[in-house]
Structures are given as C-alpha cells and as structure tokens.
C-alpha cells in the first residue's frame, strides 16, 4: 500500500461530489476511505485498463470516480510502482435503481461516465469485459440474484471477470452487523429500507461456478465488524485462431 497516494486519490475522486452537494461530497470520502473494497481493486489490479466496465447497483458513482482519477494520476506519472497497471482508458456503465442517487452521479461526473437509472432485475446489461456488483444482490431475493448472475455471465466477453462482494451469512455475528448497518445507511441517504437475502459463502461459489465461473474468495472487511467477501470469478478464455 502506498498511503499517500491512496490520500491523494481519495480526494480526487471525491472533489467532483462537492457539486452534488455536502452530503455526496462526505459520503463519498468516508466510504472511499474507510471501504477496504475500493483500494484492493485499484491496488491489486483487478479492473484491468482499457476494459469495459459495469458497475450493477453503483449508487452515486464512486467507482467511476475513481478509475477516472486512477486514470489521470497514471497520465500525470504519479502511479505506484509496486500496484498493478492503473485502470486507465476504460469505459464505465453504472446502473442504479435510485434516481437520487443517479442524479449525484451525474451532477459529479457528468459525461465522464454513463449511468442508468434502472432495477437490475430488468435493465438491459451491455456487454462488457468487467462487471462489479458491491454489496448489492442481497436487496432481491434467491431467485432474482440467481437470474441477474446469469444475464451478467451472459453480458460478459470471453476471459470476463466479475468482481462481487457479498455478505457470508455462515458468518452470523458479522453478517447480522453488515444487515443492521446497511440498513442505517439506506435510511440516512433518504431510500426506502426493503428486506435483505444472503446465502453462505459456500453456496455463492457453487453457483457462479455453476454458471462456468472459476472462483477465488478473499475476505474483504478489514477494519470493520463484518463478514464481507469479494468473489473474484473469472471465465475461460474465447478460442483463439491460427492463421
């Protein structure tokens, strides 16, 4: 890890938020700084460049924020040596059910980035190289998460990734935590509260692995109380051709 220019990056990517006013602007420093999520992808290289990225259930448009500052502190020569190729030069599409939350987006980024304010259970999903869904498909149930994984393996492209964080309900204290305080956070950003569906982490990977994903687990809630995993899943390549 490289502190000062994880600092430096947090603030960069949160300064487009003061346009979209106080609360955006605080929101998007504290869960930039304090989500351990956002700097293992950025650090460890996890959102290659030059990728299609989608971003399913991307709130106000935090990692969209990012890997365009990413960008431009490659650009600016100011990358870390020791982290993996900054994403840079990719293509994001975020699709969020809250229009309040789309209308913080776009007020901070503008056409940087795209966003679609829409219910992942419906909305088309364009193809892409990477799909990152972060603490999202815990909002439908079994069935429903079970239908968006498959249009997802669908929408990605030969040797696609994608980067989902769930919760570990085998893990009862730390899932009920991250329950109780996703529930907090849903209120004080002025959304409705609806039930929550998780399932053990063992059942998570036995389905995307169903669905022709390999699958590598890594516990991602360091410095907080909760039982949170980022699935890195990723599919074989295409064939490749011979002249």
Known sequence: MNPATWKALVDAASEPYRRAGRFA??????????????LHL?????????????????GQ????????SAGRFDAAGRWPAQWAPAPSENSFTG????????ARA?????????FVCGDMRSTAFPACDVT??????????????????ARVRAALA???????????????????????????????????VVPQYGRPLAQWIVKLKSLGFEVES??????????????????????????
Not at 25 to 38: I, M, Q, S
Not at 43 to 57: C, E, K, N, W
Not at 132 to 148: G, R, S, T
């Open 25 to 38: 602007w605080h929101f998007a420093r504290g869960k930039l700084k304090f989500d351990p999520v956002f």
């Open 42 to 58: 950025i650090s460890a290289g996890l959102i290659p460049p030059r990728t299609r990225v989608l971003d399913i259930g991307c």
């Open 61 to 68: 448009g935090l990692l969209a924020s990012l890997l365009i």
């Open 95 to 102: 699709i969020e059910l809250m229009p309040r939350d789309v």
């Open 106 to 114: 776009e007020a901070a980024l503008g056409a940087t980035a795209r």
């Open 132 to 149: 990152v869904i972060l603490d999202a498909l815990h909002y439908i149930d079994i069935f429903e998460q079970d239908a968006v994984l």
């Open 158 to 192: 030969p040797g696609g990734r994608l980067l989902l964080r769930v919760g570990d309900a085998a893990a009862r204290r730390g899932f009920l935590a991250s329950q109780w305080v996703d529930r907090l956070v849903t209120f004080v950003r002025g959304h409705r």
């Open 218 to 243: 890594r516990p991602m809630s360091r410095g907080t109380p909760f039982a949170n995993v980022l699935l890195f899943a990723t599919l074989a390549p295409g064939p490749t051709t011979t002249a």
